[in-house]
């Protein structure tokens, strides 16, 4: 396995910032070679994959592109044709493949998304939202020089604050920021249940190949990468979906269900997600929250589901179940290797606690981002077999609980055993919980390719 | 034997197809376009004759060349591949298509060699089994349930699932008389044609796999 | 033509195989057949409704007079054809994942088969080989092979509850419903329609 050269990798991509703050910039380019100028500007600002053992930084920036944006900057014929043909599709496109229907169809997006003119994005973090908005202004201040891009959109997102403190919160309640694989050479150390199950019970990191172009994935090959090979190398492949977040309806319907429910409330709301809303995985810990194990990192996503297979402790068609079966599917875990992906984002729009009123209305939601290697074998794949269907979890057409497109229709299955506090419970006449507002398919390039695209110096050979 | 696997039976027939370089357009072509407009839910022949699991009609143009050092070499013929997966006997099943369906089994195999027509039971089947090939290996996921079980449990499943789900917290003696009367009208229920989808759902998901 | 019909895919192919090791591959077959462990993994892959493969000797082929024309051929044929769920891409990418060993024992006796890993050459040896369905037909479009399982799971519980509901007491109702839904609770996917392939 070959030692990652993490400065030459942009930060995003190999680790979550834990930055609360954040505001995504979507660029357009007018001119390729004032959009060029203004890429070279950006390359001293763009945060590297190197480690932060002094500190976090007060921001970051990183920086990837559409394909239409990688046409506009003029990039080789040959070389934009190269590029996997889900990337230049984009995900307006594909919206079809991905169930993005009916509510969730493209022209319900946002404007920015139903206009084919986002050519870049630019994610900054920050510390603080002094810091956001200083290294936005330098950000600015760059684009003005150089006139290379104009912004079309800017979206802000940040950690939910509860007491006064910064946490992994999102609008429905739930604690997330669990489950982010590992992959060789990227985590200094590996928490078990994050990477590949091992036929010994052990878990060992993914193949680098399965987040990253230019290394081996698990299938022993290398991943679909454009041409030149130093253009692809380091560099992955990021969806970003803007998810518009019914809280009013999902409180209402949590409480009518719950009624019904003899578990009550709050092991109701674990059994949509796998977790319970303090993060408490149900497989380890069915009847109660666990702070302590929320707080191992040892412990936290150490578990499979051999042990359940009636899925009376952890629903079969749980979120977490649902996008990483682990054991689930049999074959020491080998199905589901090449479908893991890295996740990013932060929540969007006003929190309301538990006690205030919340209305559908209000814009609040989450940034969701996706980092993989290959766009239609990882994240399309996870979206349309296992969020959109349940074949493989043998539960024919029915959804995801939270994140599938119900309409009003279909039915979640709680499975139970003969415990009164634990029996089988159905869930009916499914709202759509999630909506999505937009998004697309960029491409993140290495630093080197950075440089490369910067100074027009992309070879096709 | 292993035409068979439990109750379902592999067929796999080849029929040469007739080649007439004055037929215009030529067999295969004209077998092609009525197969393109045949049905395909429950008015496909195989639907209205009974037995079938699932089936396939494929013209095979020719062998395939896989390129060098392999040899290349053709057919002097096209065949007409149907591969079927089917109820029990394979007697009852050709005579079950040729009572059925003569008409459409006359449309597609009249541009086949040596094809005797439906009308003529014992020569039709002699036909069929004159093109059969034995099916060296075959494999079923569930191979002991007829097409119309199969049917009927995917009712109950749909009809059992509506019923838990709306009576959850019923009372035990209004639940036992509901299923009862439940039980008793599933059973009274017509079985679901075979080839017809199942309910129609309002979401979009855009229809054919195409 | 549509090689595609509801939740279901037909695949065909055909490859050439030198006469001396259709032997193999019929030995092979015999194994296969008899040896029950060894087909445990592709019960467990649980998305084929129905698979067959045909060895076709080079004389094997129907011969009828009436005009045909008599094969001269080199080679013995493998036919294969299969009815699966989920997408060409899915369903390979399984195959080279978990049944490897089985795959090549089946197709390494065919010309130029590049085995089954890595997937992507394995998926371009299949595309060559591949030819398209022109009619495709299925009792139950909506429903997979995981669908037919359990749809059978549930029929037997049904018909089990059914024969002892008239003579319990609500009681007794009560438990055996209990035991009944816990039978069936993960068994009870709706049927439909089926994603869109790319």
């Known amino acids: 396995m070959s030692k990652l050269n993490e400065t030459d990798i942009q930060g995003f991509v190999l680790r979550g910032y834990n930055l609360p703050f954040a505001r995504y910039l979507f660029l357009h380019f007018e001119d390729a070679s004032r959009a060029r100028s203004l890429i070279a500007r950006l390359l001293s600002h763009v945060t590297t994959g190197q480690r932060w053992d002094g500190g976090k930084p007060q921001s970051t920036v990183n920086i990837a592109f559409t394909h239409r944006g990688l046409q506009h900057l003029e990039l080789p014929e040959a070389t934009l044709l190269s590029f996997p043909v889900e990337f230049q599709q984009g995900m307006k496109h594909r919206a079809p493949i991905l169930g993005d229907s009916g509510v969730n169809a493209p022209e319900h997006w946002d404007k920015v998304w139903r206009e084919d003119r986002v050519h870049a994005w630019l994610g900054i973090n920050g510390l603080t939202a002094e810091a956001l908005d200083a290294r936005c202004s330098a950000l600015h201040a760059a684009m003005e020089e150089t006139g290379g891009a104009a912004i079309l959109a800017s979206q802000d997102a940040a950690a939910v604050v509860r007491d006064g403190k910064p946490t992994t919160s999102e609008h429905f309640g739930y604690t997330d920021g669990f489950g982010n694989p590992d992959y060789l050479g990227v985590q200094r150390s590996s928490q078990p249940g994050q990477g590949k199950l091992l036929p010994d019970g052990t878990w060992a990191p993914l193949a680098t190949g399965e987040l990253l172009l230019g290394y081996a994935d698990e299938a022993g090959e290398l991943p679909v990468a454009p041409i030149p090979h130093l253009l692809g190398s380091n560099g992955t492949f990021m969806v970003y979906r803007k998810l518009h977040q019914n809280v009013a309806t999902f409180r209402a319907y949590l409480d009518q269900q719950a009624a019904l429910y003899p578990g009550g409330k709050e092991k109701l709301a674990a059994k949509f997600i796998g977790r319970w809303r303090d993060g408490t995985p149900l497989e380890l810990s069915p009847d109660r929250e666990d702070p302590a194990i929320v707080k191992d990192q040892i412990r936290n996503t150490a578990f499979t589901y051999g042990a359940d297979p009636e899925g009376s402790r952890c629903p079969i068609g749980a979120h977490i179940r649902r996008v990483h079966p682990r054991d689930a599917f049999g074959f020491n875990g080998q199905l589901i290797n090449r479908r893991r992906i890295t996740r990013r984002g932060l929540p969007y729009g006003r929190f309301a606690p538990e006690d205030e009123p919340a209305s559908d209305s209000e814009e609040r939601g989450v940034i969701f981002m996706v980092l993989n290697a290959s766009l239609p074998r990882q994240f399309e794949f996870v979206q349309q077999q296992w969020v959109q269907y349940g074949n493989d979890s043998r539960l024919g057409n029915d959804k995801d609980m939270l994140m599938g497109q119900h309409g009003g229709h279909g039915s979640f299955v709680v499975q139970g055993d003969r415990s009164p506090t634990n029996p089988p419970f159905v869930c009916t006449n499914l709202p759509d919980f999630v909506e999505l507002r937009g998004g697309d398919y960029f491409f993140l390039p290495s630093i080197t390719a950075l440089g490369m695209i910067a100074k027009g110096l992309v070879d096709p050979r | 034997m292993p035409n068979k696997n439990g109750s379902v039976y592999g067929l796999t027939i080849l029929s040469p197809i007739i080649e007439d370089p004055r037929a215009t357009p030529s067999h295969d072509l004209q077998i092609r376009d009525y197969l393109a407009g045949l049905s395909t839910r429950e008015d496909s022949p195989f639907a209205l004759a009974p037995g079938t699991h699932l089936a396939r009609l494929v013209v095979m143009d020719d062998v395939v060349y896989v390129g060098a050092p392999a040899c290349e070499e053709h057919l002097k013929s096209k065949y007409l591949i149907f591969e079927s997966n089917c109820d029990g006997d394979l007697d009852t099943y050709l005579s079950g298509l040729a009572a059925t369906v003569p008409e459409h089994l006359d449309a597609i195999w009249r541009h086949c060699v040596g094809y005797p027509g439906a009308g003529n039971r014992k020569a039709f089947i002699d036909y069929m089994k004159a093109c059969q090939l034995e099916t060296t290996f075959f494999f079923a996921a569930v191979n002991n349930k007829t097409v119309t079980e199969t049917l009927r449990a995917l009712q109950t499943q749909t009809a059992v699932a509506d019923f838990i789900a709306a009576h959850q917290g019923v009372e035990p003696a209004v639940l036992q008389r509901e299923f009862i009367q439940f039980a008793a009208h599933l059973k009274s229920q017509p079985i679901p044609l075979p080839g017809s989808m199942g309910p129609h759902r309002t979401i979009e998901t855009g229809g054919r796999n195409e | ?198």
């Not at chain 3, 054809?81 to 390979?92: E, L, M, R, V």
């Not at chain 3, 059914?162 to 609770?185: I, K, N, R």
């Open chain 3, 1 to 198: 033509m549509s090689n595609i019909n509801g939740k279901v895919y037909a695949m065909n192919a055909i490859t050439p195989m030198k006469p001396w090791k259709t032997w193999i591959l019929r030995a092979a077959f015999f194994l296969l057949d008899h040896v029950k462990p060894m087909q445990k993994d592709l019960i467990d892959l649980s998305f084929i409704e129905f698979a067959r493969w045909v060895v076709v000797p080079r004389k094997g082929l129907p011969f009828l007079g009436n005009g045909q024309q008599e094969e001269v051929l080199q080679y013995d044929y493998l036919l294969f054809f299969s009815n699966f769920n989920g997408t060409w891409n899915q369903y390979i990418d399984a195959f080279s994942a978990v049944l490897a060993k089985g795959l090549n024992l089946v197709w390494r006796w065919s010309e130029k088969f590049p085995g089954s890993v890595p997937v992507t050459l394995f998926k371009e040896y299949i595309a060559r080989v591949q030819f398209d369905t022109d009619y495709y037909y299925t009792a139950y479009p909506h429903a997979t092979a995981n669908d037919v399982k359990s749809a059978h799971i549930v029929q037997l519980s049904l018909d089990s509850l059914s024969a002892v509901a008239g003579q319990s007491t609500p009681q007794q109702f009560a438990d055996a419903w209990l035991t009944f839904v816990l039978e069936v609770q993960t068994h009870l996917g709706e049927t439909g329609d089926a994603p869109i392939a790319g």
